[in-house]
């Protein structure tokens, strides 16, 4: 008599009741989590094909390119995001990271107007550059302006700088003096 009055098969049958609610909100959850990773690793996957597409023209515009400043021996490595890992020269392989900050600043150059070139010529895309080169020895200087001058009729390429001359090399340029 004393346990049926203190409520014990209420209690069990509440409880039941509730771990059932909660094992079937459990079940629900857990079938959204397994259909989000789905569409997750489903989107992923075409993402990083669609990525692919790009890698390749791309290291081969770079290339193309870099070849005008760095000669016929340039290669670079360009993974999935589109960013160089690593640069190549007469067979001496090395980590981006590792370059010199005026390498660094004309492969930079490089792969901007590299990507720029690769946008339809209906749909070009101006590159800014905002005071570079200034690292540059002369002889890269005028190299540099080579690949200007190779880009120069498809894309529209601004040069903002304090030192012209830099840039003299370029010959396809309209220079315009801004002043202030």
């Known amino acids: 008599k004393v346990y049926g009055t203190e409520g014990r098969k209420g209690r069990l049958d509440a409880a039941e009741t509730e771990s059932e609610r909660a094992e079937g909100e459990y079940r629900r959850v857990q079938g959204r989590a397994r259909a989000a990773q789905l569409l997750r690793t489903v989107m992923g996957r075409h993402r990083d094909a669609m990525r692919l597409r790009y890698v390749d023209p791309f290291r081969s515009e770079v290339e193309r390119l870099g070849r005008i400043v760095f000669g016929e021996s340039f290669e670079v490595d360009v993974d999935s995001e589109l960013r160089i890992g690593h640069r190549t020269l007469s067979g001496r392989t090395v980590p981006y990271e590792s370059l010199s900050g005026g390498a660094k600043e004309q492969l930079g150059i490089v792969a901007r107007l590299a990507g720029a070139t690769l946008v339809a010529k209906e749909d070009s895309v101006p590159v800014v550059i905002d ?29 903002l700088t304090c030192s012209p001359q830099r840039y003299e090399g ?11």
Do not use: W
């Open 170 to 180: 370029v010959r396809c340029a309209k220079y315009i003096e801004l002043v202030g």
């Open 131 to 159: 005071d570079a080169l200034g690292f540059t020895d002369a002889e890269r200087l005028t190299r540099m302006a080579e690949v200007f001058d190779a880009v120069g009729g498809d894309s529209q390429v601004i040069i």
